[in-house]
């Protein structure tokens, strides 16, 4: 099962996805609120996956991608969007990001993105 660190402004977003990946066997070994504190954060925990909500106040999710893969090219990043984000997705998957979880999500999408992603 994956570690995975959860990127969201929204606290009810960062809730509703730890709810989901640990009902479904995988451990959320962190989450942040904003791209600084996920770029901090990443490098104290190594995480296996991150789930990283594309707008988000101060750095959003396009420039908080981008010091990510800097500090770590191989790090899997699934892109949480919204519908009418699909410019912003291409941008993202041009950068670099492996996935997408599109909001409003079934868990089912989030379980199969995340195992698309690991491996599994």
């Known amino acids: 099962m994956a570690k995975i660190m959860i990127v969201d ?3 009810f977003m960062r809730s509703s996805l730890k709810f989901i990946a640990e009902k479904y066997g995988h451990t959320v070994v962190g989450t942040a609120s904003d791209g600084k504190e996920a770029v901090d954060l990443y490098k104290k925990i190594q995480p296996d996956i991150v789930t990283l909500d594309i707008l988000m106040r101060d750095l959003d999710g396009i420039s908080t991608l981008k010091l990510l893969l800097k500090q770590d090219p191989q790090a899997k990043i699934i892109m949480v969007t919204a519908m009418g984000q699909e ?8 950068i670099g990001a492996l996935g997408y979880i599109r909001k409003p999500f079934k868990p089912e999408d ?5 195992a698309r992603i690991y491996g599994e």
């Open 9 to 11: 402004d929204a606290s």
């Open 87 to 94: 410019t912003k997705q291409e941008e993202a998957r041009k």
């Open 110 to 114: 989030i379980v199969a993105e995340i």
